[in-house]
C-alpha cells in the first residue's frame, strides 16, 4: 500500500522553509506517496491550491505561542490534527516547525504514530527542541553545520539538503518583464530576496547600502528587494530616501512575490542564501553568499564546498555581512558583467548534479521507509 505522510508546520507564509515543504510534497505526491499538509493559512497557499496538495487549516500561531504554546492554540491544533490522522490513515508525521510541531508530536505519540522532523535554521532554542528531538524516530538537517550543532547536543541527524525543482526554477529569457517592473533594458539588476524580519531585515539594508557603494561607480545599476515580514515598511521607508536623492526609482521594494524564477532571470545576478541561493543558480544566476551568520562571497566552482558547507552563510560563514564586504563583492561582479553566464551556466550545472528535488526525495523516502514500519510505497 502506499505510504500516507502528513506535512506539518505553522503557516503558508512566502519563506525557505514553506516553500521547502511545498517542493517534497509536490515530488512525493508525484513518486507515488500520498501527502496531506496541515498548516494556517498564508500568501504561499494559493500555489498549495494550485497544486492540488491536500491542505488542512490549522489555527495561526499568536507571536507568544512560538516559545511557550499557548494552552488554546496547542489544543485546537492537537484536536484537528487528530481527526485529520484519523481520517487520513496517517502512517509517519513530519513536522518542520514550532509550535505546530510540538502538538503534532504529541498526537503522534498518542496514536502510536512515528514522526520525523527537520532542523531549518541555527535560531533554534535547544531547550525548546529538546521534546521534539527526543521524541522523533528520525531527525533532518539542511546542512553541514545543523548536523554538528545537533551531534554536539547529543543527537543523529541525517543531512538532506533543500532540493530544488528544476522544471520551476530555470533559465528563460525574462528581458521584456523588465518594463513591468519599471526596469530599464540595458540595466544592471541586483535582486536580494528573503524575509524581511529579524536579522533578514538588517541584510536587506545591508544589501541597499552596499548597492548605493556599487552605483557609485556604475551609473546604470538598480537594485531589486523581493520579500516581505514585519519590517518591510520600515525598509520601503529606508529605499524612498536613496530614491528621493537620485530623483528616480532604482531602488525597488516589491514585498512578497510569488513567481521567483521570473525574478531571478530578470536580474543580473543576486545576493541570497540557503534556499534562495539555489533556485537562483538553478535559474542560472551568479549567486553572493550573505545569510544569517555572515557572509561568504560569489559562489563559483572553487568555493562550491565552501559555499555549502557554510549553508551560504546562513549556517556559518567567512565573515561578517557588512556593508564593506558586499560592496566589494557587488562591484566586483558587476564589472564582469560579460562573463557572468558562465558563472551562471556551472552554479546550475552544480545543483543539478547535487540538489536536483527528486535526488534529495530519494534519501527521505528511504528515512520514512525506515521508522514508518511496514508503509511502503506501491
Same mark, same amino acid.
Given at each position: $500500500?502506499?505510504? !500516507?505522510?502528513?506535512?506539518? /508546520?505553522?503557516?503558508?507564509?512566502?519563506?525557505?522553509?514553506?516553500? =521547502?515543504?511545498?517542493?517534497?510534497?509536490?515530488? /512525493?505526491? #508525484?513518486?507515488?506517496?500520498?501527502?496531506?499538509?496541515?498548516?494556517?493559512?498564508?500568501?504561499?497557499?494559493?500555489?498549495?491550491?494550485?497544486?492540488?496538495?491536500?491542505?488542512?487549516?490549522? &489555527?495561526?500561531?499568536?507571536?507568544?505561542?512560538?516559545?511557550?504554546?499557548?494552552?488554546?492554540?496547542?489544543?485546537?491544533?492537537?484536536?484537528?490534527?487528530?481527526?485529520?490522522?484519523?481520517?487520513?490513515?496517517?502512517?509517519?508525521?513530519?513536522?518542520?516547525?514550532?509550535?505546530?510541531?510540538?502538538?503534532?508530536?504529541?498526537?503522534?505519540?498518542?496514536?502510536?504514530?512515528?514522526?520525523?522532523?527537520?532542523? =531549518?535554521?541555527?535560531?533554534?532554542?535547544?531547550?525548546?527542541?529538546?521534546?521534539?528531538?527526543? +521524541?522523533?524516530?528520525?531527525?533532518?538537517?539542511?546542512?553541514?553545520?545543523?548536523?554538528?550543532? /545537533?551531534?554536539?547536543? +547529543?543527537?543523529?541527524?541525517?543531512?538532506? &539538503?533543500?532540493?530544488?525543482?528544476?522544471?520551476?526554477?530555470?533559465?528563460?529569457?525574462?528581458?521584456?518583464?523588465?518594463?513591468?517592473?519599471?526596469?530599464?533594458?540595458?540595466?544592471?539588476?541586483?535582486?536580494?530576496?528573503? #524575509?524581511?524580519?529579524?536579522?533578514?531585515?538588517?541584510?536587506?539594508?545591508? @544589501? /541597499?547600502?552596499?548597492?548605493?557603494?556599487?552605483?557609485?561607480?556604475?551609473?546604470?545599476?538598480?537594485?531589486?528587494?523581493?520579500?516581505?515580514?514585519? *519590517?518591510?515598511?520600515?525598509?520601503?521607508? @529606508?529605499?524612498?530616501? @536613496?530614491?528621493?536623492?537620485?530623483?528616480?526609482?532604482?531602488?525597488?521594494?516589491?514585498?512578497?512575490?510569488?513567481? $521567483?524564477?521570473?525574478?531571478?532571470?530578470?536580474?543580473?545576478?543576486?545576493? +541570497?542564501?540557503?534556499?534562495?541561493?539555489?533556485?537562483?543558480?538553478?535559474? +542560472?544566476? &551568479?549567486?553572493?553568499?550573505?545569510?544569517?551568520?555572515?557572509?561568504?562571497?560569489?559562489?563559483?566552482?572553487?568555493?562550491?564546498?565552501?559555499?555549502?558547507?557554510?549553508?551560504?552563510?546562513?549556517?556559518?560563514?567567512?565573515?561578517?555581512?557588512?556593508?564593506?564586504?558586499?560592496? !566589494?563583492?557587488?562591484?566586483?561582479?558587476?564589472? $564582469? #558583467?560579460?562573463?557572468?553566464?558562465?558563472?551562471?551556466?556551472?552554479? !546550475?550545472?552544480?545543483?543539478?548534479? *547535487?540538489?536536483?528535488?527528486?535526488?534529495?526525495?530519494?534519501?527521505?523516502?528511504?528515512?520514512?521507509?525506515?521508522?514508518?514500519?511496514?508503509?511502503?510505497?506501491?
Amino acid at each position: $500500500m502506499r505510504m !500516507r505522510v502528513l506535512m506539518v /508546520l505553522d503557516e503558508w507564509n512566502l519563506g525557505g522553509t514553506e516553500t =521547502h515543504v511545498l517542493s517534497i510534497a509536490k515530488m /512525493l505526491l #508525484r513518486l507515488h506517496v500520498n501527502v496531506v499538509v496541515a498548516a494556517s493559512d498564508g500568501p504561499l497557499l494559493a500555489r498549495v491550491r494550485d497544486l492540488h496538495i491536500p491542505n488542512v487549516r490549522l &489555527p495561526k500561531p499568536a507571536w507568544s505561542t512560538l516559545t511557550v504554546p499557548a494552552d488554546s492554540y496547542r489544543q485546537e491544533t492537537m484536536s484537528i490534527l487528530r481527526g485529520v490522522m484519523t481520517q487520513e490513515h496517517v502512517d509517519l508525521v513530519h513536522a518542520h516547525q514550532l509550535p505546530s510541531g510540538l502538538a503534532a508530536l504529541a498526537v503522534a505519540q498518542e496514536r502510536g504514530i512515528p514522526f520525523v522532523y527537520t532542523v =531549518h535554521g541555527t535560531y533554534e532554542d535547544p531547550e525548546q527542541l529538546a521534546p521534539i528531538l527526543s +521524541g522523533a524516530a528520525g531527525i533532518v538537517v539542511v546542512s553541514p553545520p545543523l548536523e554538528a550543532l /545537533l551531534r554536539s547536543w +547529543g543527537y543523529e541527524p541525517i543531512i538532506i &539538503p533543500n532540493g530544488v525543482d528544476l522544471d520551476e526554477f530555470h533559465p528563460l529569457d525574462a528581458s521584456g518583464l523588465r518594463s513591468t517592473f519599471g526596469l530599464p533594458d540595458d540595466a544592471f539588476i541586483w535582486l536580494y530576496t528573503g #524575509r524581511i524580519a529579524w536579522e533578514k531585515a538588517q541584510i536587506a539594508k545591508t @544589501f /541597499l547600502l552596499a548597492a548605493v557603494g556599487v552605483r557609485k561607480i556604475f551609473r546604470n545599476v538598480h537594485a531589486l528587494v523581493v520579500g516581505s515580514g514585519a *519590517r518591510q515598511v520600515e525598509l520601503e521607508r @529606508f529605499a524612498a530616501k @536613496f530614491n528621493a536623492r537620485k530623483h528616480q526609482p532604482w531602488i525597488h521594494v516589491l514585498g512578497g512575490y510569488d513567481e $521567483m524564477n521570473k525574478l531571478y532571470c530578470l536580474a543580473d545576478a543576486v545576493v +541570497g542564501t540557503g534556499r534562495v541561493a539555489l533556485e537562483a543558480m538553478a535559474a +542560472g544566476k &551568479p549567486v553572493i553568499a550573505a545569510g544569517s551568520h555572515g557572509f561568504v562571497g560569489l559562489i563559483e566552482p572553487a568555493r562550491f564546498e565552501l559555499a555549502w558547507n557554510m549553508y551560504f552563510g546562513d549556517h556559518e560563514a567567512v565573515e561578517p555581512a557588512t556593508r564593506s564586504a558586499l560592496t !566589494r563583492a557587488m562591484k566586483q561582479v558587476t564589472a $564582469m #558583467r560579460g562573463a557572468l553566464p558562465v558563472v551562471g551556466n556551472s552554479g !546550475r550545472e552544480w545543483v543539478a548534479e *547535487r540538489f536536483a528535488l527528486e535526488k534529495t526525495c530519494e534519501p527521505l523516502i528511504a528515512l520514512y521507509e525506515r521508522v514508518g514500519g511496514n508503509a511502503t510505497r506501491s
